[in-house]
């Protein structure tokens, strides 16, 4: 059965950091691609993040880029997303989700844009995230 498992997330002033966790377990990271989204309130749920095994793209959306570093350990079955520094505009629930790289010709995580949250197949129940001052 495949499960993810959201931590890490809370309060946190603006400029400040924080690291969220996603557990994995049920599959091999191996053949899946990785997304973090989130869901502001009143919005709609966005990618921000999201990195593919297959072909190592890394994709990162612009409002979190070069603030935001995606990473993993499938040794651990665990992926990363450490950010710094934070911004008022970044509280949201984040979710962590998987999508078996079963197609070839498909971008799972495109190094293009942001991924496709139909693809991921197996989502978190997600991490509150709340910079305020």
């Known amino acids: 059965q495949v499960q993810l498992v959201e931590s890490g997330g809370g309060l946190v002033q603006p400029g400040g950091s924080l690291k969220l966790s996603c557990s994995t377990s049920?599959?091999?990271?191996?053949?899946?691609?990785i997304g973090w989204f989130r869901q502001a309130p009143g919005k709609v749920r966005e990618g921000i993040s999201c990195?593919?095994?297959?072909?190592?793209?890394?994709w990162y959306d612009d409002s979190v880029k070069g603030r935001f570093t995606i990473s993993s350990d499938s040794a651990k079955n665990m992926v990363y997303l450490e950010m710094k520094p934070l911004k008022l505009e970044d509280t949201a629930v984040y979710y962590c989700?998987?999508?078996?790289?079963?197609?070839?010709?498909?971008?799972?995580?495109?190094?293009?844009?942001?991924?496709?949250?139909?693809?991921?197949?197996?989502w978190g129940q997600g991490t509150q995230v709340n910079v305020s001052s």
């Open positions: 990195f593919s095994s297959y072909d190592g793209a890394i």
């Open positions: 049920g599959f091999t990271m191996d053949y899946y691609a």
């Open positions: 989700a998987a999508a078996p790289e079963v197609n070839p010709s498909t971008y799972y995580c495109s190094p293009y844009g942001p991924p496709r949250s139909i693809l991921y197949d197996y």
